[in-house]
Each structure stands twice: as C-alpha cells, then as structure tokens.
C-alpha cells in the first residue's frame, strides 16, 4: 500500500451523525495534517498533529495519532451539510530536504439533510 | 488572514505550449512548494525551493518544469512544452518557521 492511505474512500451519513474517517502511513513522521478539498477547490488546512502528540483538537474535529500502527483518524462531529468534500491526510517528514508533505487517497464525505 | 494567491485560476492552452503558472505565497514565508492532483487522484509533490533553490524535487519535476522566484514576490512554474497528461490542478503552497502550510486555491490547467 502506499504512503497515507485513507478509509473510507467514501462515506455517506445523515447530518447531526459523526463522521469518522481512517489515514495509514508507512514511513516515519514528523507530523499529520488533515485537508479539506471541495470539489475542485483549493486544500484548506484543518489540523495538525504532531508525532508526540496522542491527541488533539479543533472545534467539532478530533484527530487522534497511533505512531505504533502508523496511523490517524479524524472524527468530525455533528456533521453538517457544508462538512460535505473530500478529506486528505498528509504526512510530513523534515529531512533537511524539501519538507514535502506526503498525501493519502483522500475520502469522500457526503452529508445528508 | 494571510493567503497563497494563484494565477489563472484555469489555463487552457495547446499541446506543446509553454504555460507559466504564478503563485504569491505569504510574505514572510521562507519554503515554497508546488503539488498538483490530476483529476480524481492523489495531491503529488512536484518540488520544494529555499533560499533561491531547489530544495526537493519528485520524479515527476522533469526537465520540461521549472520553478523560478523572479522578484520579492511571486514564485512561478514553468512547464515548457505541455503535454495532455500534464493536465491537472496545481497548488502552490508556502510556509514560514513554524510546520504550518499554506496552500493556494490552485491553478486548473487543461491542456487540449
């Protein structure tokens, strides 16, 4: 499997109901940013969390980190009809070199009234 | 709020043109990014620049792209002969000291 792979690839829920969305990584990380993308947007920064860190969160966003099972989970709660996009996590590792930040296959959430 | 500004927000151009896609990160960034994401797939790295240079580049990053920061401002990429699988959206993206990035709206090019 490749470098921050998500699950699920997409995900349909009713608004007012929690959406819990999967990130795998393989390599060794700094930290873990998530993504929002509306359909043919731009990527709007969520959360980060870095390789230390267990936990974290943001508003109606929580983010867990286990760097044991490389992975990340992002739970939006009470979901909303705007939470609808596409969700990216993306991993960072600084080698000295670019700093690039490594993106997972993204899921698709759908949040229905 | 600072903000990554990219221009054309969609360029069509022909097969075998030179596009040239700006980027004005936030001023006091000091790394500089650009990804792109063909339609329906993943956002991949292109290249990373600091301090006037290339710091990282993909696979990808061949010789027909190039990345220049021609003035205080603006942070561009060239692809110098498109071709139809060059066709996808692109980010720009900058960061300053702390981990944060910053990502533009993108550039969706569309080569015919």
């Known amino acids: 499997s490749q470098q921050g792979e998500e699950d699920p690839q997409a995900l349909s829920i009713q608004e007012g109901e929690n959406a819990t969305m999967n990130c795998s990584y393989k390599t060794s990380i700094n930290n873990l940013q998530w993504y929002r993308q509306n359909s043919g947007r731009g990527l709007v920064h969520l959360i980060l969390i870095r390789s230390n860190e267990r936990e974290k969160h943001s508003g109606r966003l929580r983010v867990t980190l286990d760097t044991s099972k490389k992975s990340s989970s992002l739970l939006i709660t009470a979901s909303r009809a705007a939470d609808t996009a596409s969700y990216f996590c993306?991993?960072?590792?600084?080698?000295?070199?670019?700093?690039?930040?490594?993106f997972g296959t993204g899921t698709q959430l759908k949040v229905e009234l | 709020e600072p903000e990554v500004t990219q221009t054309p927000s969609h360029q069509v151009t022909q097969m075998g043109q030179e596009v040239i896609l700006r980027c004005v990160p936030i001023?006091?960034?000091?790394?500089f990014y650009w990804y792109r994401q063909i339609l329906g797939q993943k956002v991949e790295f292109l290249v990373s620049f600091y301090n006037n240079e290339i710091s990282e580049k993909s696979e990808i990053f061949d010789d027909q792209f190039s990345v220049e920061r021609p003035d205080g401002s603006n942070f561009t990429l060239k692809i110098r002969s498109t071709k139809l699988e060059d066709s996808a959206m692109y980010f720009c993206a900058s960061r300053g000291d702390s981990i944060g990035y910053t990502f533009g709206s993108g550039t969706r090019l569309t080569v015919v």
């Open positions: 993306a991993t960072a590792l600084y080698t000295g070199g670019g700093n690039k930040l490594t």
């Open positions: 001023s006091n960034h000091l790394y």
